[in-house]
């Protein structure tokens, strides 16, 4: 249960640092209500937490060794990928994801509707649920689900994504300012590899014939 919070707390806290939909939040809460925008996001990424959750327990019902190797590989290819796209990169280069967060936030219709309470609760919830659907987070998720146990990986990636929500809403033009893309796109990569070396050192799942 330990290892399972912990594994999701860490992968969700780091990797989110600095994503889409951390800049969403910040951006939201610079025009609206801190607390209005904090619960729609919240609430966003607690619910796609676990729809992951869900998808990574069914993946748990396939034959385990395809299972153990998709696990080792997809994040170990992540990783590596996170590692290249680190490398490429200036280190004075601006965070893509700001531009990104931004254009998604321009471009919706929502805006018009935020003026209510509930409106900028809504806003928040869609923007972030459209934003994190398919990150690489999701499938970090789905991966720990089909082989950590279920609760504590819940429990620690919601943790994980609450604690990023309220430093974006909270000080997140500060944080902004001080965060290099290439540093946090390396800490996630190396993040992605040692989950995989430490899934591929757990060995092939016992019961596998």
């Known amino acids: 249960m330990f290892a399972a919070f912990t594994s999701g707390f860490l992968l969700v806290g780091i990797s989110e640092l600095g994503d889409k939909t951390f800049f969403i939040a910040m951006l939201l809460a610079m025009r609206h209500s801190r607390r209005l925008v904090f619960l729609g996001v919240v609430v966003a990424l607690a619910i796609m937490t676990i729809l992951s959750i869900l998808m990574g327990q069914a993946i748990s019902l396939l034959p385990k060794y395809p299972v153990f190797l998709a696990e080792v590989t997809l994040f170990i290819g992540f990783g590596l990928k996170l590692l290249d796209d680190a490398w490429r990169m200036s280190p004075n280069v601006d965070c893509d ?13 929502l805006e018009a509707k935020a003026g209510t309470a509930w409106g900028v609760v809504l806003e928040a919830f869609i923007l972030t649920f459209v934003a994190e659907w398919g990150d690489r987070t999701q499938f970090a998720t789905i991966a720990l689900a089909a082989s950590y146990n279920p609760w504590g990986v819940t429990i620690g990636a919601i943790a994980g994504h609450t604690v990023c929500a309220a430093i974006a809403v909270v000080g997140g033009r500060l944080v902004a300012g001080r965060i290099s893309e290439r540093t946090i796109t390396a800490l996630g990569g190396g993040l992605f590899i040692i989950f995989g070396i430490v899934a591929a050192l757990e060995g092939v799942p016992k019961g596998i014939t």
């Open 97 to 109: 994801e700001v531009a990104e967060a931004e254009a998604a936030i321009a471009h919706s219709e």
